[in-house]
């Protein structure tokens, strides 16, 4: 992939979200855990990028400080320019929008897929007629495989994993926000689904000019998906670049273990 029209910019024009030295420590004293340790990045209008680590390296924590679910302990982050605790929670979430990885603990058992889905529309301030959020509803669910019809007035407990999880990304899409945070969100999907959806959340990025922030642990996912990868480990981003760069010339040892453990995209790199 290629980014169009960034190196012509300057930085501050084309930059969507701006982390700049974040930093999140749960705890104190002598059971202080630093989670996310001083790191920047910025996410530009229309890119795919991938946030990629092991389990427990900080990316899901530093995920959830941009969506406002976490506070950081120290850093900034601005959206357009503005610092986000600076921002009312409608006017962000209208514009940031995150598929959480458990589609069952995202779930209340007593709403129905409609309540569900509708609550996105009262949580963003949208008050759009019933007909127009319905259709609206059914339009998202079948861009993402599922058919309205059938499930629009189902209970979760009567729905699978992945019929969830695809449930997230179309209540995400109902809003369509600025930015996308998926934090592994084919993780419950069957592996003949994966690469529908994938194409589907790349294309929608490229007809809307979303911007999609990949959470995740698999580096063939982000490869195929993403115009840069951020290699995050132990709360740091230890190697940033285009996937392309990542991949072919890895230059950390991390990096370089990551893909070592990949067979098809494996090379005769030393890993120590």
Known sequence: MVLANIVTQPESARALLRV????????????????????????????????????GSGKTTAARMLLRLS???????????????????????????????????????FYSVHSF????????????????QRARMEQSMESVGLNAEELLFKRPHELSGGQRQRLMIARALLICPKLLVADEPTSMIDASSRVGILNMLMDLSRKHKMS????????????????????MNEGK???????????ETP???????????VPTL??????E
């Open 71 to 109: 506070k950081p302990t120290k850093g900034r982050i601005s959206f357009e320019g503005q610092e986000i605790n600076t921002l009312k929670g409608i006017a962000y979430w209208r514009n940031v929008q995150m598929i959480f990885q458990d589609p069952f603990s995202s779930f209340n058992s």
């Open 212 to 231: 999609i922030l990949f959470i995740t642990h698999d580096i063939g996912l982000a490869y195929y998906t993403s115009d840069r990868l951020l290699i």
């Open 266 to 271: 494996r090379k005769q790199w030393d890993v």
């Open 20 to 55: 700049e030295n974040l930093t999140k420590i749960f705890g104190s004293g002598k059971s202080e855990v630093v989670a996310v340790d001083n790191v920047s990045f910025s996410i530009y209008r229309g890119e795919v990028i991938s946030l990629l680590g092991e389990s």
């Open 251 to 261: 230059s950390h040892p991390y990096t370089k273990r990551l893909l070592a453990d």
């Open 117 to 132: 889905l509708s609550k996105a529309f009262r949580l963003t301030g949208d008050y759009s007629s019933e007909s127009e």
């Open 237 to 247: 981003i230890v190697e940033e670049g285009s996937a392309e760069e990542v991949v």
